[in-house]
């Protein structure tokens, strides 16, 4: 029987199945929770539990004290629920987090439209207004499918009853076939949200004025579109926004003349295209080449002064990654839409970046 | 009566307040005269407020932590010693790893904890500061703890009385000795990359784990308990390591190739270290846990690949003898037992051949070099001993003026070739044993003409007691070092079949599991 927990200071509630460690579920979550040996040794993950009963699993009586069990700690590595549960996790709070809960939505498909030759516009109109923050994502039902998917919301948090995602055809996937060749206008669609904790830490530019950045790649428009959006409608906020969007030809990039509009409209908004793959002598005038190599160059390879926001591929996520680093940004300016699947709890990484 | 309950305060802000609000910035004297020592390595550090705590940790929760840590393992020791425990190891020859341990390693635990504090000591921020005086208590507990479980071995076997001794003087000590001497001299910087992170960080693993699980494969709880009790101090000091060294590397771009410097030396420096690790897993465990072949491809291979890999983004490379390494994993046990077996007579340990039993398994552990290069070097000796002739090298090695190893290792694409290298400083010729240990030589002659060489002592007529006269007829060098050690000959040395630990041991045994 699976428990709900509750993670302190975040508010954020994981469910955890049977047997699943608590570490497990947070991560699977997307939450990341300090750890090192993942067998109770280290007690690198040690945790408070505040509400609920816990059980200890294999945790080892050096790494965690009797006196810490009496006074309700756990390692997460080992520990499962045997009720719901309330920890509190050493996790720094972010003051701009607005830890919406997650709510089921029901809705009917208001229009469909081609973006690129692989890209569909899809907007719902919702029954209920949503609230989100820039950023997040839903979970769309597929009929059929057991999994829901998630996809990001393209659209601006200020437009609470009508939502627009931007969906790309992958090839042989299940989901996003379904979206590109049965989905069609006037259908009822189901979905749940908002998720995710991608979003703008307006309070830090805020304290150390700093500029935004935002790095989106392949079909990572969405969320740095949401943000932009909302960040533009906000007064009284002069910081330099940029974003450098990257395709791979002409026909590939969406949303095109709407940025270069915003570009055109707010002088602190600029808008860097970027294509791969576009053909010699097309007449392309903007910046050729990977995200990555774009942002360097109009940078000037110094991203000091700069939180910045990454949305794509994996591929590009790192290539991005080390490119900033390079030019003098760090891992605590540097936000990436990140789902820790099973696999990559797995994986041998160091434990160097928590976050990146 | 006015009751005002106050919000709980969380584990950050508890921390903020016990840490850092009590720092201050000093008005009548300068910061640089307060901590003369972070500028002279060329590290260049512009805001100490940037370096994240890596565990919140306050002093008055530490004293706690430890405080059930000790009480748990003293309970553990006391009930092995009551009952024996010692007699419950797989065999005898398991205490001589344990003798290994405590005349190499132990002292400098004690090392570390002086280090700690003096750079604890030198670091402006109050986050490092903290940091450093906790790792400093550990590191003297650490040592303390150790001495105190093997001290009930000193009660029955030999080997263990000198060990503070011998770990100034005995040839094979002047490795791990030399290893911290050069570290302590550092400066802060380069100590806590040299000990925080390479050697706690990237090479820890490989120096506790064979060793602890030594212990438990070989029965012997008291030095397990103490094993896990030190290992739940580790994490703090891996992240410690991890924190510094992304702090440096974010502070300026100038610090990149210092950094990248000492990673290489001070990688290179614990490697060589550990080569009395390697020869310990795979020749003097009566039941073995794994090969060192195999620990080098989990713990460096497998883990400090993953760690370079994100290391790269800041620019830093694989340690330049990195890939040396990985091909003397094949090799290096197999050439350091050979050693120790030959100057059997000069350690407070035992040595022996490896048996048929031990040889398979060597065999299956290291298919590609164990029969072709090693095996009949064992068969061999087993030969000669079987004869009458244990043999015993009677004349001194040569040792590598950067890790005080005898020159006994092979050239990395040639294991039947012994490698040396060689620098001239001021007209003298220094020889070393590798690429690795030139190339330290060459950036600091200056510090490295000045090591104490256990063999040159010798030769120069240092390492003989004060009572006796070399110049006198009858002089029996070896006889006077041992002496001047404080090696008994006979009991404390040579070969593991001819000792009276062996002999003990399997008196006590019998006389324990029958009438």
Known sequence: MSHQLTIEPLGQIVEVGEGQTILDAALRAGIYLPHACCHGLCGSCKVQVTEGEIEHGEASGFALMDFERDEGKCLPCCATLESDTVIEAEIDEEPDALNLPVQDFTGVVSRIENLTPTVKGVWIELDAPVTFQAGQYINLQIPGEHQPRAFSIASSPARVSEIELNIRLVPGGKGTGWVHKELKAGERVRLSGPYGRFFVRASAHDAEQLGYLFLAGGSGLSSPRSMVLDLLAASGDDKPITLVNGARSQDELYHHAELQRLAAEHPRFTYVPALSGEPEGSGWRGARGFVHEAAKAHFNNDFRGHKAYLCGPPQMIDACITTLMQGRLFERDIYTEKFISAADAQQVRSPLFKKI | ?515
């Open chain 2, 1 to 515: 009566m006015d009751m005002k309950a106050s919000k709980k305060l969380g584990l950050k802000e508890r921390y903020t307040l016990m840490t850092r609000d009590l720092a201050w910035t000093p008005t009548y004297q300068a910061v640089k005269d307060v901590f003369p020592l972070t500028e002279y390595e060329g590290i260049k550090i512009h805001d100490w407020d940037k370096f994240e705590d890596p565990f919140r940790m306050t002093m008055d929760s530490y004293w706690k932590y430890q405080a059930e840590k000790e009480r748990k393992l003293y309970a553990i020791i006391d009930a092995f010693t009551q009952n024996n425990g010692h007699l419950g190891v797989t065999d005898a020859r398991y205490i001589n790893a344990l003798k290994l341990f405590l005349t190499g390693i132990t002292p400098v635990e004690y090392m570390a904890h002086r280090g700690f504090a003096h750079i604890g000591r030198q670091y402006p921020g109050a986050g490092p500061r903290v940091a450093c005086l906790m790792q400093s208590l550990d590191e003297i507990r650490h040592a303390q703890t150790q001495i105190h479980s093997l001290s009930n071995y000193n009660k029955y076997y030999n080997g263990f009385q000198n060990w503070r001794h011998q770990h100034d003087r005995v040839w094979y000590l002047s490795v791990p000795k030399s290893f911290f001497d050069d570290a302590v001299s550092g400066g802060p910087f380069e100590y806590i990359i040299a000990i925080g992170f390479a050697f706690e960080y990237v090479l820890t693993n490989l120096l506790f784990v064979p060793f602890i699980s030594g212990a438990a494969y070989n029965g012997d709880m008291g030095a397990m308990a103490f094993g896990f009790s030190a290992q739940s101090d580790e994490s703090r000091h891996m992240t410690l390591g991890l924190e510094v060294i992304k702090f440096i590397l974010e502070q300026d771009p100038a610090n990149l190739p210092i950094v990248q410097a000492w990673i290489d030396k001070w990688f290179w420096r614990g490697y060589r270290v550990l080569t009395l690790v390697a020869m310990m897993m795979d020749y003097m465990l009566p039941k073995r846990v794994m090969s060192w072949k195999e620990a080098w491809e989990i713990y460096a291979e497998q883990n400090g690949g993953a760690l370079f890999a994100d290391l790269a983004r800041y620019g830093i490379k694989v340690p330049k003898g990195w890939e040396q390494a990985c091909k003397e994993k094949d090799h290096l046990s197999h050439l350091a037992w050979n050693t120790f077996y030959s100057y059997g007579m000069a350690a407070p340990f035992h040595t022996w051949a490896p048996s048929e039993k031990d040889m398979e398994w060597l065999s299956a552990k290291y298919p590609d070099t164990f029969d072709k290069y090693y095996r009949s070097l064992w068969t061999h000796y087993a030969r000669e001993q079987a004869e009458g002739r244990r043999y015993y090298s009677t004349t001194l090695p040569m040792l590598c003026q950067i890790c005080q190893i005898p020159m006994i290792f092979t050239e990395p694409d040639d294991p039947t070739k012994i490698a040396y290298r060689e620098s001239d400083y001021k007209n003298i010729k220094y020889h070393f044993c590798s690429d690795g240990c030139k190339s330290i030589f060459d950036l600091e002659p200056g510090k490295y003409v000045q090591s104490w060489l256990p063999v040159h002592q010798i030769h120069q007529g240092n390492c003989f007691p004060s009572d006796v006269d070399p110049g006198k007829p009858g002089f029996n060098p070896l006889a006077e070092v041992l002496r001047w050690y404080r090696i008994s000959d006979g009991i404390d040395n040579r070969d593991y079949a001819d000792s009276p630990d062996k002999q003990n041991f399997e008196t006590w045994r019998t006389q324990a599991t029958g009438n």
